[in-house]
């Protein structure tokens, strides 16, 4: 059973259209990450919630948003997409007995044209 | 600062020879390490992990990766590599606890039939 799940799993959107991402755990878990993690690149965090803890990177452009309505869902708005935010978008949260392991959705797919 | 070095940025093997991967992390403390494969357009899927205890870690698939504090390092092998294999393979350290993870650049493996 999908415990991470994306929606949409492609997306194609405008330059300047906004878009939201959506993320959603079966696992009840407290930690949620997301990511952006471009072609050959290595995954890079945006920002993480623990609970309703918002924290976000530093290098994250003010473009990018979050919100966690409930444990279960987490969402990720882009305010104004560049062609520079064309990436997979990925979300994690957290397994293991320590929550110590992080457990990743599909991605998302996104394309700015 | 914690840091992953992924030395190998492409790597080619042929059908059924051996396999290893290599990683070096900077941490201060005794880390958590974990190995990821990503298949092109999926997420991120756990092969192994190491944080105390056997310094050889068995995951799946096959593969397994030894602990090397001296070194600082945590290589993943394969005995035998199959094609489906083909992927990209990321080391990543993190502190635990649903803590941040720092990934290596990655390596992008290539088997030959």
């Known amino acids: 059973d999908a415990m991470v799940i994306q929606n949409p799993r492609y997306q194609v959107t405008q330059f300047g259209k906004p878009v939201t991402l959506s993320c959603s755990q079966t696992l009840n878990h407290n930690v949620m990450y997301w990511y952006q993690q471009k072609s050959s690149q290595a995954p890079k965090l945006l920002f993480h919630y623990y609970d309703k803890d918002f924290n976000n990177e530093a290098d994250t452009p003010d473009n990018f948003q979050s919100r966690r309505p409930n444990t279960s869902f987490c969402f990720l708005d882009i305010r104004s997409p560049g062609l520079g935010d064309t990436a997979m978008y990925l979300c994690a949260t957290t397994v293991g007995q320590y929550q110590e392991t992080q457990y990743f959705g599909p991605g998302t797919r996104l394309l700015v044209l | 600062a914690q840091s992953v070095t992924q030395p190998d940025i492409h790597i080619t093997v042929s059908e059924g020879a051996s396999l290893e991967l290599r990683c070096n992390y900077s941490y201060g403390a005794t880390p958590y390490l974990f190995w990821y494969v990503q298949s092109p357009g999926q997420g991120l899927q756990l092969l192994l992990k190491?944080?105390?205890?056997?310094?050889l870690v068995q995951g799946i698939k096959g593969f397994e990766a030894e602990f090397k504090r001296s070194q600082s390092s945590f290589n993943l092998r394969k005995p035998s590599v199959h094609w489906s294999d083909a992927a990209e393979y990321f080391c990543?350290?993190?502190?635990?606890?649903?803590?941040?993870?720092?990934f290596g650049t990655g390596t992008q493996l290539k088997v030959e039939l």
């Open positions: 190491y944080f105390s205890g056997d310094t």
């Open positions: 990543a350290v993190g502190q635990g606890g649903g803590n941040k993870l720092t």
